[in-house]
């Protein structure tokens, strides 16, 4: 848009108008605490399903001209295909680090959800093993990442930033899928779609096999002497209904992501996973959380359940 007066042009030959010019973040050791928040939260967000790099990743800004010559750099496979951060990987003594470039003058929320974008990508680098690695699709990657973006804006109340990550194409659809996926079947799943997964991207017309992996566990062998009938009894039988013992033992409230803790295991609303009652496991699904109380299904088609808080 054009700019006609009282404006801030940056070293980069950007230039930003009074109005926006009190929003963006232009100071190293102010977005340094920024991104130290944001990892902060990513931390506490997604502590049940991934780790961060800690140690070994530095964040600093970068104006767009030098954002973009790392891009010219040879090697920089996993780098953002946008111009907003760039994360390089390096080695030293053989040990990988990260840097982490992020494009300054943008607007503090812009800021925060790049950060989580180039986190999820050093998450990437150093958990999705090196042939599954080559197979996964730059669009997959991508989509994870934003993804992550997406999780984090909704968790934080970032309306605008979700609707922008929704609105880039970047992803040509697959942060659409990421989402879709999420909903249906959790983010546990994604997570071992991204190490192990059999397609490089995910599938529109068959959404299901985010759940089918390459190393599937060795189906267990029954010896010859043993009766067959006995092995198909003890699969075939239904896991023991124990709704008694079913505890909510607390809730993380939100209005955007609530969470519920129940028999040691957190889901979030239309999650579900096997939840430990006793010496069995019951699928448990999330339907609704509310401050007080959360509404279960138990066993994938059972009837909902609603659960409180036990007072001593």
């Known amino acids: 848009m054009p700019v006609l007066k009282d404006f801030t042009t940056l070293p980069d030959g950007r230039v930003i108008c009074k109005r926006d010019v009190s929003t963006v973040v232009l100071d190293d050791k102010q977005a340094s605490q920024i991104c130290d928040n944001v990892k902060e939260d990513l931390d506490r ?44 990987t390096k080695t030293n003594h053989g ?18 959800i790049t950060c989580v974008h180039e986190y999820a990508h050093t998450w990437i680098i150093e958990n999705v093993p090196p ?26 109340g970032l309306a605008a930033s979700k609707s922008n990550i929704l609105a880039n194409h970047y992803t040509r659809g697959q942060i659409d899928l990421f989402i879709a996926a999420h909903r249906q079947y959790g983010f546990g799943d994604i997570v071992d779609w991204m190490k192990s997964g059999d397609d490089p991207v995910l599938l529109r017309d068959d959404l299901s096999r985010v759940r089918r992996m390459e190393d599937r566990p060795k189906t267990k062998i029954v010896a010859a002497n043993t009766p067959l009938v006995s092995a198909v009894t003890a699969t075939n039988n239904p896991p023991p209904k124990l709704p008694e013992q079913l505890v909510l033992q607390g809730i993380t409230w939100s209005k955007t992501q609530p969470m519920a803790l129940i028999n040691g295991r957190t889901l979030s609303v239309n999650e579900e996973a096997k939840v430990t009652v006793s010496s069995t496991n019951v699928l448990v699904r999330c339907v609704a959380i509310r401050e007080d109380a959360v509404v279960i299904q138990v066993g994938g088609a059972g009837e909902l359940r609603t659960l409180t808080i036990k007072r001593k």
């Open 45 to 88: 967000q997604f502590i049940r399903f991934i780790t961060f790099p800690e140690t070994n990743v530095t964040v600093e800004l970068m104006d767009r001209i030098k954002l973009q010559e790392l891009y010219k750099i040879i090697g920089n496979d996993f780098s953002c295909p946008n111009t907003l951060g760039c994360t390089e």
């Open 95 to 112: 040990q990988r680090f990260f840097e982490i470039s992020i494009l300054s003058g943008q607007p503090r929320e812009d800021l925060m």
């Open 131 to 156: 042939a599954r690695a080559k197979k996964i699709g730059k669009d997959a990657v991508e989509g994870f990442c934003e993804l992550l973006s997406y999780l984090y804006a909704e968790q934080q």
